[in-house]
């Protein structure tokens, strides 16, 4: 795997380092979805998991296709998404907070009764 992804400056970059830092990312968002209490942490893990895929997305399309575009417009794609399910979420926990007066996930829990 010593193929490299050339930036702008010439510079060449490998391609598994781009990988080790989206694994990084994506393993840290896991890990934060599955132990954090607050809502408003739940939702930094789940954008950590979205940006590591978008990072995956770019530096395949730079390394498969140099030419093209394709996986720089599905990042983009994901980015928007994300901002929509950011925006909903939001509203979201801004209402469980304004119920229960914190952002904690037993909450939720409660509003089912």
């Known amino acids: 795997m010593g193929e490299l992804i050339v930036n702008s400056t010439g510079a060449g970059i490998p391609l598994a380092a781009y990988l080790v830092v989206s694994l990084i990312m994506f393993f840290a968002g896991v890990y934060g979805f599955f132990t954090r209490k607050n809502l408003i942490l739940i939702l930094i893990s789940i954008e950590l998991i979205l940006n590591s895929v978008d990072i995956n ?55 089912k009764n």
């Open 57 to 111: 997305f770019a530096a395949f399309n730079r390394y498969l296709f140099p030419d093209q575009m394709e996986g720089l417009f599905y990042a983009l794609f994901v980015i928007a998404m994300s901002a929509c399910e950011t925006a909903v979420a939001i509203a979201i926990i801004i209402n469980v907070y304004r119920k229960f007066g914190n952002t904690e996930v037993d909450n939720i829990e409660q509003m």
